[in-house]
Structures are given as C-alpha cells and as structure tokens.
Antibody, heavy 119, light 111 residues
C-alpha cells in the first residue's frame, strides 16, 4: 500500500522560506509516476502547486512558479517543496501526492500538514 | 476565484440522484479529456472518485459516474447515501502553460 507522509515546520515567518518533505513508503519513486504538492487554505478550495518526475522534470503552477522549487531524492525515497517569500496568503494545509501523469490524476494523498505563516 | 465553476452546494435525499457541474473553457475542460473528481470529508485528504472524465478507480462505487459535454463536466451520484455527504472538487488539465486548475468545490448535503 502506497503511503505518503508530509513533514516540516508548522509555523513560518513572513518573507521566509517554507520547506516540506514527503516520505513515500510502499512504492519506489524511481519506479515511475509523478509526485506533487497541492495546498488548501483553511475553509477554501484546492490549489495545485506543482509536480516532479523521478528524473527531475518539474511542472509548476504559473502563479507560484517564481517562488516554488520541488525536488526529489530517490536515495531516500522522498521529495520536497520549497516556497520562498511567504506571506499570510500561503497559510494552508499542504498535501503531497502521487500522480499518474504530470498533471494528474492524483491517486494517493498524504494526510496533509497545516503550515501557518505568521510572525 | 477558481478557474473552474462549480455550484457552492447541492443536496438530495437518500436514494436519489444528484449531479454536480463543473464549467470551464475550451482551454481546459473542453479541450482535453483529463477531468477528474475528488471527494473530501471534513479534516481528511481528498479521494479520487473519477478520472479522465468518466473512468472509475478500483474500489470506487459504481454509483459515481462522470461525463462531459463541451466545456462542462458533470459528476453524478446515484442512490445517495449518508456517507456521500462531503465536498467535491473537479480538476482539469489546462494545457502546458496553466497546467492544472481546480473548481471551487461543491458541498453535498444528504438530507
């Protein structure tokens, strides 16, 4: 059974960089599929952040592209998200996920982790 | 404002059928057969219910079905059950520039 688990600070200061890691178990990232991040502000809808293939090819939401970096570490079977220059608008539950293609569909999700941007 | 338009809420009684619409443009929903639907219960991660417009993942009830006409995709749930009460989100591929767009979500209430 594929399982994904997000980890990282739950509180980030404005203007700093948000960093999250997603550990994957039950499947080797090197075997295929795409791996991505989706976020959901409290009480609001879903927003796609971006995705990555095990080769390192990345696909980003154009509205976030200038601030987002997604990377993969196949040796640790995990992938990561960095979002720079955060503001309160970046406060959200961040989900990591497995995608069948670079743009989805998303067949496995992590449980999500709330990241609050506040001083 | 979400790229795809969904009704904020729909409701139905147990046993009835409901349909949730998802309206986009020819650049997303209408341009590709890559529409997916997700169910989300409060405090939980979303769950894939339909992909590629009308395909059902293994384990998803056949009470859930998807379709598309022009720029509007639809999710139909037949034989409504109390456990179907949740938020539903549509999602579409939107080309190599925009990539992926979600709808704003629809809250389904089972009366």
């Amino acid at each position: 059974q594929v399982q994904l688990q997000e980890s990282g600070p739950g509180l980030v200061k404005p203007s700093e960089t948000l960093s999250l890691t997603c550990a994957v178990s039950g499947y080797s990232i090197s075997s295929g599929y795409y791996w991505g991040w989706i976020r959901q502000p409290p009480g609001k809808g879903l927003e796609w952040i971006g995705s990555i293939y095990h080769s390192g090819s990345t696909y980003y939401n154009p509205s976030l592209k200038s601030r987002v970096t997604i990377s993969v570490d196949t040796s640790k079977n995990q992938f990561s998200l960095k979002l720079s220059s955060v503001t309160a608008a970046d406060t959200a539950v961040y989900y990591c996920a497995r995608l069948s293609r670079s743009s989805g569909p998303i067949d496995y999700w992590g449980q999500g982790t709330l990241v609050t941007v506040s001083s | 404002q979400s790229a795809l338009t969904q009704p904020a809420s729909v409701s139905g009684s147990p046993g009835q059928s409901i349909t949730i619409s998802c309206t986009g443009t020819s650049s997303d929903v209408g341009g590709y057969n890559y529409v997916s639907w997700y169910q989300q219960h409060p405090g939980k991660a979303p769950k894939l219910m339909i992909y590629d417009v009308s395909k059902r993942p293994s384990g998803v009830s056949n009470r859930f079905s998807g379709s598309k006409s022009g720029n509007t995709a639809s999710l139909t749930i037949s034989g409504l059950q109390a456990e179907d009460e949740a938020d539903y989100y549509c999602c579409s591929y939107a080309g190599s520039s925009t990539f992926v767009v979600f709808g704003g979500g629809t809250k389904l209430t089972v009366l």
